[in-house]
Nanobody
């Protein structure tokens, strides 16, 4: 089992920045993929950014150039640096980890609220 705990959300003005963190604990495989998703009120959950344990990062078009995903494997922590935030970035942000055969193990954090408003 793996536990994921997000932190770093909050209220920020348009144009501001936040850094989200997701700390993983438990039986974490050396090969895994970690992702950030978000879900705005009344909308489907959407993928924001992906970082595999080996390989390149990828971003949703809405995040490119503004968000940066990174990870510290020694701390089993993934980060999402969000700059130039817009009101449409307001959502609950969720951390996700997939690992195991065919990446069949799928874990979610509880989410952290990000609100962008003046």
């Amino acid at each position: 089992q793996v536990q994921l705990v997000e932190s770093g959300g909050g209220l920020v003005q348009p144009g501001g920045s936040l850094r989200l963190s997701c700390a993983a604990s438990g039986s974490i495989a050396s090969i895994n993929i970690m992702r950030w998703y978000r879900q705005a009120p009344g909308k489907e959950r959407e993928l924001v950014a992906t970082i595999p344990s080996v390989g390149s990062t990828t971003y949703a078009d809405s995040a490119k150039g503004r968000f940066t995903i990174s990870r510290d494997n020694a701390k089993n922590t993934v980060y999402l640096q969000m700059n130039s935030l817009k009101p449409e970035d307001t959502a609950i942000y969720y951390c996700n980890l997939r690992q195991g055969a065919l990446l069949s193990e799928n874990y979610w954090g509880q989410g952290t609220q990000v609100t962008v408003s003046s």
